[in-house]
């Protein structure tokens, strides 16, 4: 009647060993300094791996959001046990005022990486956010995602 309610879509910049972890099942927690874009419980994160890769590689949808000082945030995600996040991560959040934790449910790597170089044929002059950044209906790369996803879902049989 009212049409589906659309969960909000983020691209998010990741370094590929943080990726890896996230897709592999070992990473359940994303950290991040926070950039005052609220991320919402439900919604999906589409991850584009730096470095060498290049590329955006896959997606995520958010569970649990934890928000506060990096001290705050640090101490309750490890109150949840080996949720993959160690020492190597603490530095990146450590002394931003605010922080967030962004929990990792239900990682799906593309059966095909869609490369900087073929996104920038499609929307020239595209940059990868440096943290994250709402990507909005209607714009290209949304578009261009959002074509990976039906197809993925039509080739594995969940859409009819």
């Known amino acids: 009647m009212y049409g589906e309610i659309v969960a909000k879509v983020y691209l998010m910049s990741i370094r590929p060993k943080f990726a890896y972890q996230i897709f592999t099942g070992v990473k359940k927690f994303e950290l991040r300094r ?9 919604s999906r994160v589409v991850l584009y791996v730096s470095g060498k890769v290049k590329a955006i590689l896959g997606e995520f949808t958010v569970g649990r959001v934890i928000e506060g000082t990096a ?7 490890r109150q949840y046990g080996d949720v993959g996040v160690d020492s190597d991560d603490w530095p990146y959040i450590k002394g931003a005022k605010k922080a967030i934790a962004i929990e990792v449910l239900n990682p799906v790597m593309y059966d ?10 499609v929307i020239p002059g595209f940059m990868p956010p440096l943290s994250y950044r709402i990507l909005y209906e209607g714009e290209p ?6 074509k990976k996803i039906v197809k993925r879902k039509v080739d594995r049989g969940s859409v009819k």
């Open 34 to 42: 926070s950039i005052g874009l609220d991320i919402e419980p439900g």
């Open 71 to 77: 001290e705050y945030v640090w101490k309750t995600i």
């Open 112 to 121: 095909r990486p869609i490369k900087l170089d073929e996104i920038k044929r």
């Open 141 to 146: 790369l949304y578009e261009l995602l959002l």
